[in-house]
């Protein structure tokens, strides 16, 4: 719900779903999607397609090119669940069409949930996957360098450690110390 990230993965005349829920996936639970296929066809911004649908039915539309949709199934809905907020962060409940905003989604194998909110519950559920992530960020400012395979042991200790102590920040920076 961050404005500086809601701004930052939406485009200057509207939101993206899909880069929102990139994000997430890159930067909360350390799963980035794979780059897209070359050829793929952009998000139609014409006016007349703009205005006749949400942005939810023109993302099914999307996936219905089914070298799109593995990665959108995944993406989208999570990007969805954070529709309230405008292209800058502004909270809304009606796109500019005046239509209601669906805020439904859910992560890889969980349950559904409504809006950030339920994002943000669904996130806390496992708190391994964002620690591991941010453990791994900080490795990697704390190194100087990008993390390679032999440094994963590394990174499950500061887990380890970080979750003995009800994954406070003080212990992973502790656990990155030692």
């Keep these: 719900g961050h404005g500086s990230i809601l701004t930052v993965t939406s485009y200057a005349n509207r939101t993206s779903p899909v880069l929102r829920g990139k994000w997430v996936l890159e ?6 999607p794979p780059p897209p296929p070359d050829n793929v066809p ?10 006749a ?4 039915e023109r993302m099914v539309q999307h996936r219905a ?5 593995a990665c ?11 529709e309230n907020f405008d292209a800058i962060g ?3 409940s009606e796109n500019a069409d ?6 439904s989604g859910h992560l890889p194998g969980s349950e559904p949930f409504e809006c950030v909110d339920g994002l943000r519950s669904a996130l806390l559920e496992n708190p391994d996957a964002f620690v591991g992530t941010m453990s791994e960020k900080l490795l ?10 032999y440094d994963a042991p590394a990174v499950r200790t500061i887990l380890r450690e970080s979750a003995s102590n009800d994954y406070r920040f003080s212990s992973m920076v502790l656990a990155i110390v030692n």
């Design 72 to 82: 959108h199934q995944v993406m989208d809905p999570v990007g969805l669940t954070m």
């Design 65 to 69: 090119n089914p070298v799109c949709a």
């Design 140 to 149: 990697t400012y704390a190194l100087g360098r990008g993390l390679d395979y």
């Design 27 to 32: 930067n909360i639970l350390g799963i980035p």
């Design 98 to 103: 005046h239509l209601t905003i669906d805020v």
């Design 42 to 51: 952009a998000l139609s911004e014409s006016e007349i397609d703009v205005k």
């Design 90 to 92: 502004r909270w809304r």
């Design 53 to 56: 649908l949400t942005m939810r």
